[in-house]
């Protein structure tokens, strides 16, 4: 038995990977600057973390943790073993017979989740490890077998370079973190080394390695797409000959390329059609990804903060219900923004109607230019627009609408937020 003290314990993946620790018998601490933190049987209280940095064997922090860090000062002060959160990852899927890791840009989350409701269907008892909360089992870890580790694996400094996958998945390749990686050029040569690092690869047609691929003019393509009440309806062929015919419980159009991913993954490892099916007809989906927490007025939350991950979730919801979009939008870090400044001018501009809230700034420092009140001023020209400096009058003002659909947008507090207050 070890002692693991997590730096940042409240990051989705992080918690996640404390839980697992503590399962399999180690002592396991934390801290996080979140207040609300509550993992059972881990002590996260603030008040402790330093005794707790002391008596640990390993001390774990995220790429979100600043050099400065006090507690990342005080452990490297006490000659502290630190371990990024990418390197254990990497250690804990070695103890796996088979590692399904899912990147890219835009999806991880969503296509992490319905391969493990799949996985679960067909009874093979996966071990998960998601960047978000799954509405089937109620956390973002579930211990099963060591047959399978199914992970996420996200491409931040480089995070997803820790694994060697069995199946190696990458949904798209976009430009993202250009705070990190400089230049798109040098983001696919990462998701190429990831690839290369994968005994197996599925991709889009395309992407430029020897590999399973989904999608137009892909192995695995859907055809005969149709609406249903709850979602879409479509043939998965393969090699241009149907296999069988799937209904996916999600109104966003760009999760029939999720699906088509995972039923690629599924070929692989022989899981038969029918547990698909069953999976992504009831497909349960993951908490603030296209989440409808209220119907009067109809509110949807989508952790949506990359451009084409905002254009994808309104023309969903316009094309879904047919009515005006409300698209309100907490921006997420100052680099990511001055990034895509335009792409997200145009890209909110597909709503009928928007509302910006005050950037959260995550690891970042303000940039002169890039914050929330310019992108509103940006979009004031083209769209009805409003600036709310506060999360309570933007909840208000959500609240009060009628007769269109609201869509609150982000990665940052404001969506968590307003979740935990309609909950």
Request: aromatic share 12%; net charge positive; proline share 3%.
């Given at each position: 038995m070890k002692?693991?003290?997590?730096?940042?314990?409240?990051g989705v993946s992080m918690s996640a990977l404390a839980v697992f620790l503590k399962h399999k018998g180690h002592f396991v601490t934390g801290s996080d600057i979140n207040p609300n933190i509550a993992l059972v049987g881990i002590d996260t209280a603030e008040k402790n973390k330093f005794a707790n940095i002391e008596k640990a064997d390993y001390v774990v922090t995220t790429g979100a943790i600043l050099e400065d860090d006090e507690s990342n000062v005080f452990a490297k002060k006490l000659g502290k073993k630190i371990v990024p959160r990418a390197r254990l990852l990497g250690e804990i899927?070695?103890?796996?017979?088979?590692?399904?890791?899912?990147?890219?840009?835009?999806?991880?989350?969503?296509?992490?989740?319905?391969?493990?409701?799949?996985?679960?269907?067909?009874?093979?008892?996966?071990?998960?490890?998601?960047?978000?909360?799954?509405?089937?089992?109620?956390?973002?870890?579930?211990?099963?077998?060591?047959?399978?580790?199914?992970?996420?694996?996200?491409?931040?400094?480089?995070?997803?370079?820790?694994?060697?996958?069995?199946?190696?998945?990458?949904?798209?390749?976009?430009?993202?973190?250009?705070?990190?990686?400089?230049?798109?050029?040098?983001?696919m040569q990462s998701f190429l080394q990831f690839a290369g690092q994968s005994q197996m690869v599925v991709a889009p047609k395309g992407f430029g390695a020897n590999a399973i691929t989904f999608g137009k003019g892909g192995h695995f393509c859907a055809k005969n797409v149709r609406k249903t009440k709850n979602g879409f309806a479509f043939d998965v062929c393969k090699n241009g000959?149907?296999?069988?015919?799937?209904?996916?419980?999600?109104?966003?159009?760009?999760?029939?390329?999720?699906?088509?991913?995972?039923c690629a993954v599924c070929d692989v490892f022989g899981v038969a059609p029918r547990h698909i099916q069953s999976a992504l007809s009831n497909f349960c989906g993951v908490k603030l990804r296209a989440q409808v927490v209220c119907h009067a007025p109809r509110v949807i939350i989508d952790y949506a903060h990359h451009?084409?991950?905002?254009?994808?979730?309104?023309?969903?919801?316009?094309?879904?219900?047919?009515?005006?979009?409300?698209?309100?939008?907490?921006?997420?870090?100052?680099?990511?923004?001055?990034?895509?400044?335009?792409a997200f001018v145009d890209a909110l501009c597909l709503a009928d109607e928007v509302a910006i809230l005050p950037t959260f700034a995550a690891r970042e420092n303000a940039i002169a230019g890039a914050d929330a009140h310019n992108l509103f001023l940006a979009i004031r020209g083209r769209r009805p627009a409003r600036f709310f400096p506060t999360h309570n009058a933007a909840r208000d003002f959500v609240l009060g609408q009628r007769g269109q659909t609201v869509l609150v947008l982000g990665a940052g507090n404001f969506s968590q937020n307003f979740f935990e207050n309609m909950s």
């Open positions: 002692n693991f003290h997590f730096i940042g314990i409240g899927a070695k103890g796996f017979e088979n590692v399904i890791a899912v990147s890219g840009t835009h999806g991880k989350t969503t296509t992490t989740a319905m391969l493990a409701e799949i996985f679960i269907a067909a009874g093979l008892e996966p071990t998960v490890h998601i960047g978000g909360i799954s509405n089937k089992f109620k956390s973002n870890f579930l211990c099963g077998k060591k047959q399978f580790f199914i992970t996420e694996a996200c491409e931040y400094t480089n995070s997803f370079l820790a694994l060697s996958p069995t199946v190696g998945v990458v949904l798209n390749v976009q430009p993202e973190h250009l705070d990190f990686f400089g230049t798109f050029e040098n983001e000959q149907r296999v069988f015919r799937l209904r996916l419980n999600s109104f966003i159009k760009k999760n029939i390329e999720n699906a088509l991913a995972a451009p084409a991950e905002i254009a994808a979730v309104i023309k969903s919801a316009r094309a879904r219900f047919g009515e005006k979009v409300l698209a309100v939008f907490q921006p997420h870090t100052f680099s990511r923004t001055r990034a895509f400044f335009g």
